[in-house]
């Protein structure tokens, strides 16, 4: 086997005992080239943010970095700006050749909530290492909004690969020749690239802002909250938006993107150099997000913004992240948005499915 796993595979390796839990793993978990992992029942408040470290678990750093934990079994709520680490229902035992990498799902990223996993003798978030045999911990740190969670609730995924299968640049360039990738010209380096949407089609509506002080989101509410209690709409008829230092922001691609169905692809955030910025929290894009057969055709990248140091003028255009593609090892028995309760396929600019529309 060569690239990421199929949701055939993954089945496989729950029946195999590969990926296991104290509780049932559901159906709904397993997605075209993902898992999604369920929090546990207990959050423990640490102090920092923290990687094992070789030779060392994830349980001995909570004796030295733990304020308190909270039982979560009737819900709780994380506190905008504190770090907390959950230990997940799932646990793995991975064969040699078989590395994985986590992420949070759309959802998440969409409300700023920061969300990386974290293994046992780890030094890196979010990659785990062949051959890992051990427990998954998320280490959530809310950063807009304080959020409501309950044991069981699925703020990130995990994607499995055998092999290297990303696409070079020449096998990327193939690759849309026969298969739009995006809808214009595809700008190809590294993986590739998109630009951000700041002349919209209809109205001058471009992206909203997170507001500074609001009420509790719970993550089990669907189509609930009203947008304007929490996000302030950022509107510009110019082309351009300055961005505040410390502020989130939800805008959207210029460009239509296009996964087909044997490949699959993350989002990778751009060089340093070209901003005062950064994009992306949630990477995964899933086998037929844009795909027409699946219903996806236009489908655009939401963008999760957050501005550092300096205030940034951001342009129309301005190209601000990449995507890398990844060849999957088979062609997945579900598309993404294909009959599976796929919430963002189609989409232009979007929040995040807690919110009315």
């Known amino acids: 086997m060569t690239g990421v796993l199929a949701s055939q595979q993954l089945r496989a390796m729950i029946a195999d005992g590969r990926i296991s839990a104290p509780a049932a793993i559901l159906p709904e978990q397993v997605q075209p080239a993902s898992l999604d992992l369920r929090l546990g029942h207990t959050a423990y408040r640490v102090r920092a943010s923290f990687l094992s ?44 050749d078989v590395t994985a990498v986590a992420n949070a799902k759309s959802s998440t990223g969409r409300l700023d909530l920061l969300t990386r996993t974290i293994t046992d003798q780890g030094e890196e978030f979010d990659r785990i290492a062949p051959g890992y045999t051990g427990p998954l911990y998320a280490e959530i740190c809310p950063r807009s909004f304080s959020v409501l969670v309950r ?33 214009g010209e595809a700008v190809i380096s590294d993986g590739l690239g998109f630009s951000v949407d700041l002349e919209p089609a209809k109205g001058s509506l471009v992206g909203y802002r997170a507001k500074p002080h609001t ?42 993107v296009h996964i087909p169905p044997a490949y699959a692809a993350e989002m990778a955030p751009y060089l340093a150099m070209v901003g005062e910025f950064r994009v992306h929290y949630a990477g995964f894009f899933d086998p037929g997000f844009g795909h027409d057969a699946a219903g996806g055709a236009g489908s655009r990248g939401v963008l ?11 342009e129309h255009g301005q190209v601000v992240g990449r995507l890398v593609y990844e060849k999957m090892d088979q062609v997945p028995d579900q598309l993404y948005g294909a009959g599976i309760a796929s919430n963002y396929q189609g989409q232009g600019l979007k929040l995040s499915k807690h919110f009315r529309a």
């Open 53 to 96: 470290g070789a030779g060392r678990t994830v349980a001995e750093r909570l004796e030295e970095l733990e304020m308190h934990r909270i039982d979560l079994t009737n819900g709780a709520v994380l506190e905008k700006g504190c770090v907390y680490v959950v230990p997940l229902m799932e646990v793995l035992d991975l064969p040699s």
């Open 151 to 183: 044991p069981g609730m699925r703020l990130n995924q995990i994607r499995f690969r055998d092999g290297q299968a990303a696409l070079d640049d020449a096998a990327l360039t193939a690759l849309h020749a026969e298969a739009p990738l995006v809808d």
């Open 215 to 256: 009420g509790v989101i719970d993550l089990d509410l669907i189509g609930h909250y009203d947008p304007s209690e929490y996000w302030e709409e950022v509107h510009s008829d110019t082309g351009r938006i300055i961005l505040d230092p410390g502020a989130f922001y939800i805008l959207v691609s210029r460009e239509a």
């Open 304 to 314: 999760e913004v957050r501005c550092h140091e300096a205030p940034f003028v951001l």
